[in-house]
């Protein structure tokens, strides 16, 4: 019988977790790192990091959000590296033979832990949602992908906002004036494109691929959070946004042959980029190569299977209540087909019009 059986699983949670914790003051007393409070939907994360590696690549896209500690955090998170503190990750009481969508470790959610292994860096994350802790190691922070540091932490809050009914969600928001649109949709569908036209034409922009959603449970208007004040667009991408070029430019992260070019806004449109907005409509985009770009009012039912299978399959966990969340919030939205055309500056007008009317009825 494994040890893991032998006790019991709430034992075995605070076992693993109180590991895990130890390893990291070690950690901190070997090398000491900052201390940051992001504050997102109202709720308090906070960052412990030991060393400075794993800071240096996470807090850019964050930095928007980021302040000194001060009070009770909702949820702490212990940060820490091998390669600049010498202290590695204590065993855990699981192999990850098998990995659950999101790269979640099937062994762990026995014991009520949220664990997750990417196996291309090496980065294993522990929630421990009833507690609000988590621990976050690496072997190397070199080993932060360039992904992984334009949207940080993507897989941990997955896990955790919707234990505060609210979720995080595959799509692009921007908005005019503290309201706007959500866009929905599979990769490749146009969302980030049109988000970045937008944010290049002085629209105000919540996120261009993952966005924080508060669906409105109990009569609450929906609103988006924005998470990362980043951007990523391929090359043709990057010549349509001569406002945003300085920013991709100055990228520490210059995009291979195959990868997207990725801009860092806290420095560069600090007062537009991941913003929070009010929600008024849900916009799927579809390129059609046409040239007019237009509106076509859609069912919710078909805007659903558009917007969650997606995020679903991406964050894994409970997608059944990810599912409801987001079946929540399109019922409370006027749901609309993005025909994206060749013009493009015609784009940004168009939503920042419908943007406008929604506020005026509203």
């Known amino acids: ?7 019991s699983p709430t034992h075995e949670r605070v076992r693993v977790i109180g590991e895990a914790l130890a390893r990291f003051e070690a950690a901190a007393r070997a090398s000491a790192g900052p ?12 960052l412990r990091f030991a060393g400075e590696g794993l800071a240096e690549r996470l807090v850019p896209a964050l930095a928007h959000r980021i302040g000194p500690p001060s009070g009770r955090a909702d949820l702490t998170v212990h940060l820490w590296d091998r390669a600049s503190t010498g202290v590695g ?11 659950l969508p999101g790269g979640r470790v099937a062994e762990a959610q026995a014991l009520g832990l949220e664990v997750q292994c990417q196996l291309d860096s090496g980065l294993v994350t522990i929630l421990d949602p009833a507690a609000g802790i988590a621990t ?5 922070a070199a080993c932060i992908s360039r992904h992984e540091a334009a949207a940080p932490l993507r897989q941990l809050f997955a896990s955790w906002f919707p234990t505060q009914s609210l979720c995080m969600t595959h799509a692009a928001a921007v908005g005019w004036r503290g309201r706007g649109v959500l866009l929905g949709g599979a990769s490749g569908s146009g969302k980030s494109t049109t988000a970045l036209l937008c944010l290049d034409a002085g629209l105000e922009l919540a996120g261009d691929d993952y966005v924080l959603v508060d669906p ?6 929906p609103t988006v959070h924005g998470l990362y004040a980043t951007a990523k667009v391929d090359a043709p991408g990057v010549a349509r946004l001569p406002n945003l070029a300085a920013a991709f430019d100055a990228s520490p992260y210059p995009p291979g042959p195959d990868d997207k070019a990725i801009a860092f806004l806290h420095r560069h449109a600090p007062e537009r980029a991941g913003r929070d907005l009010a929600l008024v409509a849900l916009l799927l985009p579809v390129v059609t190569g046409l040239g007019e770009t237009r509106l076509e009012p859609m069912s919710g039912a078909r805007a659903l299977r558009a917007l969650a299978p997606s995020t679903v399959f991406q964050h894994g966990g409970d997608g059944r209540h990810t599912l409801a969340m987001l079946a929540g919030l399109v019922a409370r939205l006027p749901c609309f087909r993005l025909a994206l055309g060749t013009d493009f ?12 009317e929604g506020a005026a009825s509203a």
């Open 1 to 7: 019988m494994s040890e893991a059986a032998s006790t």
């Open 89 to 99: 990750m204590s065993r855990a009481p699981w192999s990850p033979r098998e990995l």
């Open 345 to 356: 500056p015609r784009i940004p007008e168009l939503i920042r019009d419908l943007v406008t």
């Open 216 to 221: 409105g449970e109990g009569g609450a208007d």
């Open 136 to 140: 976050l190691w690496i072997d190397d």
């Open 35 to 46: 201390t940051f409070d992001l504050t997102i939907a109202k709720r308090r994360v906070r």
